[in-house]
């Protein structure tokens, strides 16, 4: 009895997510967050996570700022270029680089304190063995700066085709930046793409992008090689 052909793949690449999505790592990063945001007088809480979870060091810096004091950010003033980004003035602009150092400066300290590495979410390694077996090209699109992706990276010993980190977009998620950039850096349709996420800022982002999106929680791990291809 002749075998049925294989399944057509139906995607040029897959965009990963790093933490929460192929690293359990979200809990040390809200850690992190709310380790600094007692220093600023702020308790975080359940409302907070949207600007917590899978944001950039910057921007969940300016959340903190904000909350701790009430308002607009007084220094914030319009940017006329084309990333629309608020222009700060010399002392807010140093605070908010100040918070974000701090932030992730208390996210590396407690990625390197995790004894064996930060714990792996299921099936991230079998994914990824399977699409280079494939010869499925990948990128790994993350909010997280290059300092701790790199810290990371030895542990999902993978040759991604493309990293993408924190300072490599003008704007982070939950803007399509970060998966446009990476479709057009690999060449590829972004709606040609697959983007595994798990945060709504990310899901968020990659399906601005026009990424198909595959949402995983950390519970039940990643999907097959097979599961991707009937992602829609």
């Known amino acids: 009895m002749p ?21 359990d790592t979200e809990g040390l990063w809200w850690q992190a967050t709310a380790a600094v945001a007692r220093t600023l007088g702020v308790e975080l809480g359940p409302a907070d996570t949207p600007d917590v979870l899978g944001r ?27 990333t629309g980004r608020a222009r700060h003035l010399p002392d807010t602009a140093h605070r908010l ?7 992730i400066d208390a996210f590396a300290a407690r990625i390197t304190k995790q004894p064996g590495g930060v714990p792996l979410i299921p099936g991230a390694l079998d994914l990824l063995g ?5 010869g499925i090209p990948t990128a790994l699109v993350s909010a997280s700066p290059r300092s701790i992706v790199h810290l990371v990276l030895p542990q999902l010993d993978h040759d991604f085709n493309l990293i993408l ?10 803007h399509p ?3 446009l ?20 800022t990310g899901i968020a982002a990659a399906t601005a992008a026009g990424c198909r ?19 829609t």
């Open 3 to 23: 075998s049925e052909p294989p399944q057509a793949v139906l995607f040029d690449a897959v965009l990963f997510d790093m933490d929460g999505t192929l690293v």
């Open 56 to 82: 950039a060091a910057e921007d969940v810096a300016a959340h903190l700022l904000a909350t701790a004091e009430p308002g607009p950010l007084a220094t914030a003033q319009p940017d006329p270029s084309p």
């Open 97 to 103: 680089s100040s918070i974000a150092r701090q932030l």
């Open 130 to 134: 399977e699409l280079h077996a494939e």
């Open 165 to 174: 980190t924190a300072e490599d977009t003008a704007r982070g998620k939950p």
């Open 177 to 179: 930046d970060p998966y």
């Open 181 to 200: 950039t990476a479709a057009n850096r690999l060449g590829v349709d972004p709606r040609r793409c697959v983007a595994i996420e798990d945060s709504p």
């Open 213 to 231: 999106v595959m949402v995983i929680e950390a519970v039940h791990g990643l999907p097959s090689l097979h599961s991707l291809r009937d992602v």
